[in-house]
């Protein structure tokens, strides 16, 4: 049987006079035609609930989407911190506390990969233009599956086995992971040093990306192996 694969849920909060969760045909594709079975996850009315939602998934994916309420890393907010949402950080927030006790399949993808890092400990950026002298130009607006910068790899790494040391990304955030938690690898970085990458040594598969994999999906450049390799350790979960 396919693995069952949840994707969490982004919220509708551009778009006026509209309530309503949802998320990009891309997640949905790339897990699909890794061999999963995709499934979008709703915010929680309960959190005592997520033990039972864990219960049926094989894995989940934490997906991309507005910014991490910096008052889970004790931080006040930053004049360039954007859209936050409580329901939304609550939900994930549990699911990921327990699906990383459980050492269920773990993939984080943009704010999932900083949803992340918050849970077990670390810190944001909250605006890289705003707090990162030097840094490059992370937020862009070229096509989605464009690539805009190059990624090191560290060589011993999860993610180098699957990728290799170098590649291209696309790249569209204004926060960054500042300091990855205890316990996990820091495994990649742009070309001005910020954090793109990271895992958790030891885990059936934690791995987490600061970039959109899912864009290239279909494409002749893709990110096909990583889905793959997750969806694999879905499938032994």
């Keep these: 049987m396919k693995p069952l694969i949840g994707i969490t849920a982004d919220t509708l909060h ?6 309503g969760l949802w998320n990009t045909t891309d997640y949905f594709r790339a897990v699909s035609r890794a061999g999963g079975l995709p499934v979008l996850l709703p915010y929680l009315e309960e959190l005592d609930d997520a033990d039972a939602l864990l219960d049926r998934l094989d894995g989940i ?7 991490v309420d910096p008052v889970h890393y004790g931080e006040a907010p ?15 927030m549990v699911l ?27 810190t944001l950026w909250q605006d890289i233009p705003g707090q990162v002298p030097g840094a490059i130009k992370h937020a862009h607006r070229q ?9 090191a790899i560290r060589p011993e790494s999860r993610l180098a ?12 955030h204004h926060q960054a992971v500042r300091d990855v938690p205890p316990g996990w690898l820091g495994t990649a970085t742009a070309p001005d040093g910020l954090n ?21 999906t279909g494409r002749a450049y893709n990110f096909d192996h990583l889905f793959a390799a997750f969806v694999a350790a879905c499938k032994e979960a």
Aim: proline fraction near 7%.
């Design 143 to 151: 096509p989605k599956w464009h690539p805009i910068h190059t990624v």
């Design 161 to 172: 086995a699957i990728l290799g040391t170098e590649i291209m990304v696309n790249s569209r």
């Design 61 to 67: 994916l934490f997906s991309g989407g507005n910014d």
């Design 14 to 19: 551009d778009v006026p006079g509209r309530d």
């Design 96 to 122: 990921a506390r327990k699906a990383l006790e459980r050492d269920m399949p773990i993939f984080g993808i943009c704010r999932g990969h900083q949803v992340l890092a918050v849970v077990e400990g670390g």
């Design 196 to 216: 793109e990458a990271m895992e958790k040594p030891g885990a059936r598969f934690a791995v987490s990306v600061q970039w959109h994999p899912e864009n290239f």
């Design 78 to 92: 930053h004049p360039g911190l954007g859209y936050v949402s409580v329901e939304r950080d609550s939900t994930e």
